[in-house]
């Protein structure tokens, strides 16, 4: 039988991963909500007043070269990151889930040629082809999402299929199909829910792998376009600046990423942790 | 297992001292007399002197190419191949005599028949519109009198023909390689070239005039202004022009940087072709939202001087500076105009910039946000250079682009001449028949000053119409290593290398 996770006891017992974890994510959510309703300043509007200020109590974070306060933009441009991260792995799961399932449960010929492709997908470097495919198509944030969700289906379909493949042969999935359930039934109902445990770290780890995957796009100037604020592109904005009097735009830009990936990060480690 | 840890950092102490050691000791470039110069772009495929289309490699090729006359300092002609020139009473015979002992790169002597030679080659090949349509419209004739003798003879008169004449740089007769191995008479000759890498000349020492003061230059390709700026950082160029405000903004003490002003007009250059862009109120409604002076404080701490139409402070008489200020900042005015054209909720404006150039690039993200407070959903979408000249100014597939236009010559026509209705380089499809018959009856006319007068009426019908936003001539902020004396900047796009040199 599979394992089922112990539904009755408190999950955040004694595991330190998911406990931290959902706390950091918990509070990047609510900030990255919050950006997107209420921040302190505009965060597109230029001030010709207040360029590259320092970090001070007006402007927490401190303020661009075109004098636009860096917190709001964080708070408002990190919506625009977890929303691409939110769309990739909701596309790349979804297309994973069905060839991984597929694949895992039937085998045989479309076995070999869906992972083949897979295999092939994640042969190439990502980056690269991310960026021959982003040079074709012009950037911005909808053609991001396709970009990096393609690169993401083989992460997803890898995992459900190994899982499939195992559970394909357990004696719970020999008796439904004595019991005359047709494949789809089974793979929905039977073998699906069984496969939860090992997908949610791996969407977990997928935000997180995402997120990063936004930022360097948008830092290499491939990702979402000048006018749409995303942490990717706002560090490709701070490049300039690093080693030349104003470090904390790239600082601050940095500890937001950081502390989001650290947080999913944690959450994907609690959640294998878990299923042990 | 202490050892290792030892050892590792000593070499690592040794690596940091000789690294330290390394920066320290001279400046190699400085002793060989060379310099590298950090461009924002490569040159055309093609440096052949009649396919100079961009002004990037304009400005490079500047001090490789020479025409009988040559631009200075100050925006004067003065006499380069030709020693001398003798004009007809009718201004219609132009007799140059070629200076003596002037020699060609590839050691050939100049002769009457190069200049002919040149003249015909450029007529039939030439990308640049104005010149052609002087060199087949306006000339008549170019002939060899003698060996040091050209006669240029003209259908009718044209006061700014000395002004093409140095833009059809000379060349020698026959020779079939200027697109890759490209021959001329300029204080430096080129070299080599590694594509979208680098580009080095080298000094001509038979060079007619006074001769460069440095051996060598190479100019290396930066395709990103990050880039420029991190390879300045890093002391692997020189020299580099064309910065922001923002890229010299901690720029290290090893440099100094001059101001001057690029000679060009950046402007929001509006496709007139499509709707709503086609309605002048609509377009004056842009204008009006615009605010330059807050533009330039963002993104050039103030610096650069208003426009207000297609012409820059440095053409001196041309130019108009009462119109830098026809559209007053005034939100309300844009709304009224805006609602009056049909859009009271504005319209979707996607801006484009080069993404190459970062001044472009700022002040598109900074006349967005101008715009949306009138209510235009103004996006800034970055194209690489090359689409942008391909898809943008050969294809017009835009609504508005941020841009800068420049003058190949010192004439009215090479900043106007790109809007009259049927010009091949209308790139905003600007349509005014008043404008077209301004500039033809200025074309046709003698007197210097009434024509002066009809170029500045022409602009005032630009600025009116409202062709385009022209914003600023921006500042030119040129870097350059300290210790390295006599750049100077000319009313052209050019960059003259000829008078830099490394200070004893």
């Not at chain 2, 979208?196 to 202004?225: C, M």
């Not at chain 2, 990050?226 to 002391?235: E, K, P, R």
């Not at chain 2, 022209?470 to 900047?489: C, E, H, K, P, S």
Request: glycine content about 8%; hydrophobic content about 45%; overall charge neutral.
């Amino acid at each position: 039988m599979a394992k089922q996770p112990v539904k009755n006891k408190n999950p955040f017992a004694g595991n330190w991963f998911l406990t931290a974890g959902a706390a950091i994510t918990v509070f990047m959510i609510l900030f990255t909500l919050l950006g997107q309703i209420w921040t302190p300043y505009d965060p597109s509007l230029p001030d010709e007043n207040a360029m590259s200020l320092a970090p001070s109590p007006a402007h927490w974070f401190g303020t661009d070269s075109f004098g636009r306060d860096i917190l709001s933009r964080v708070m408002n441009g990190a919506g625009t990151t977890l929303l691409i991260a939110f769309l990739v792995v909701l596309i790349g799961g979804i297309a994973g889930v069905i060839i991984g399932s597929l694949t895992g449960y039937f085998g045989g010929v479309v076995d070999e040629v869906l992972m083949r492709i897979c295999d092939l997908i994640t042969a190439f470097p990502s980056i690269l082809l991310a960026l021959i495919i982003l040079r074709i198509m012009e950037p911005g944030v909808k053609n991001v999402v396709w970009v990096l969700a393609i690169l993401f289906v083989p992460s997803f379909a890898r995992v459900v299929r190994t899982e499939f493949a195992r559970c394909r042969t357990q004696n719970y999935v020999k008796l439904a199909r004595l019991q005359g359930a047709g494949p789809f039934r089974i793979m929905l109902r039977h073998i699906l829910p069984n496969v939860w445990p090992v997908l949610l770290p791996a969407v977990s780890i997928g935000f997180n792998n995402a997120v990063l995957a936004e930022a360097s796009m948008s830092f290499l100037g491939v990702g979402v376009s000048a006018s749409e604020v995303s942490l990717g592109r706002m560090l490709y904005d701070s490049q300039n600046t690093i080693l030349r009097g104003a470090p904390w735009y790239a600082l601050t830009v940095g500890l937001v990423i950081v502390l989001m990936i650290l947080g999913f990060s944690l959450l994907g480690e609690g959640l294998r942790q878990r299923n042990r | 297992m202490k050892k290792p840890l030892v050892s590792l950092l000593l070499s690592a102490l040794l690596l940091a001292l000789c690294l330290a050691g390394c920066q320290k000791t001279g400046d190699p470039r400085r002793e060989e007399g060379v310099i590298a110069v950090g461009i924002g772009q490569d040159l055309n495929s093609s440096l052949s002197p009649y396919q100079l289309t961009t002004a990037g490699t304009r400005e490079v090729m500047f001090n490789v190419y020479e025409g009988l006359y040559k631009p200075a300092f100050d925006g004067s002609l003065v006499p380069a191949l030709a020693e001398t020139v003798a004009v007809s009473d009718d201004g219609l015979v132009y007799t140059f005599t070629l200076r003596g002992g002037v020699t060609f790169h590839n050691g050939k002597k100049l002769s009457a028949a190069d200049v002919v030679w040149s003249y015909e080659t450029c007529r039939d090949t030439t990308t640049d519109a104005n010149v052609k349509s002087i060199l087949t419209g306006t000339v008549e004739s170019v002939r060899a009198a003698d060996d040091r003798t050209v006669v240029i003879t003209l259908k009718q008169r044209d006061g700014d023909f000395l002004a093409y004449a140095a833009s059809v740089y000379i060349v020698p007769s026959g020779y079939d390689k200027l697109d890759t191995e490209p021959v001329g008479t300029g204080p430096f000759r080129y070299v080599s070239r590694k594509v979208q890498e680098e580009i080095v000349f080298a000094r001509y020492d038979s060079y007619w005039g006074s001769k460069a003061r440095l051996k060598q230059v190479t100019f290396k390709v930066y395709e990103s202004g990050t880039a420029l700026v991190m390879a300045l950082d890093a002391g692997t160029i020189d020299m580099a022009a064309h910065l922001t405000g923002a890229q010299i903004k901690g720029l290290s003490d090893r440099y100094t940087v001059l101001e001057g002003t690029m000679n060009l007009v950046q402007g929001l250059y509006l496709n007139n072709r499509v709707a709503p862009l086609n309605d002048v109120r609509v377009r004056r409604a842009l204008a009006y939202a615009i605010d330059t002076d807050q533009m330039m404080k963002l993104t050039a701490d103030g610096r650069g001087t208003k426009v207000g139409s297609a012409m820059y402070p440095a053409f001196g008489k041309y130019f108009d500076d009462s119109l830098t200020d026809l559209y007053k900042t005034d939100a309300a005015r844009a709304r009224q105009l805006l609602a009056e054209a049909g859009y009271p909720d504005g319209f979707d404006l996607t801006i484009i910039a080069p993404s190459n150039y970062t001044p472009h690039v700022d002040t598109a993200q900074v006349l967005a946000e101008q715009l949306k407070a009138v209510g235009v959903r103004a996006t800034v979408r970055e194209v690489e250079w090359n689409t942008w000249v391909s898809d943008i100014y050969a294809g017009r597939q835009f609504e508005a682009t941020v841009c800068g236009f420049d003058a190949s010559t010192m004439t009215a026509g090479a900043m106007l001449n790109r809007y009259v209705s049927d010009s091949s380089k209308n790139m905003c499809g600007f349509s005014s028949p008043e404008y077209d018959a301004l500039m033809a009856q200025a074309a046709s006319l003698n007197d210097d000053a009434r024509r002066t007068e009809l170029y500045r009426e022409a602009e005032r019908v630009l600025a009116e119409e409202c062709a385009s936003v022209f914003l600023q001539d921006m500042a030119d902020f040129v870097a350059v290593r300290t210790g390295l004396t006599g750049y100077r900047f000319y009313p052209l796009y050019v960059m003259d290398l000829s008078t830099v040199g490394w200070e004893n």
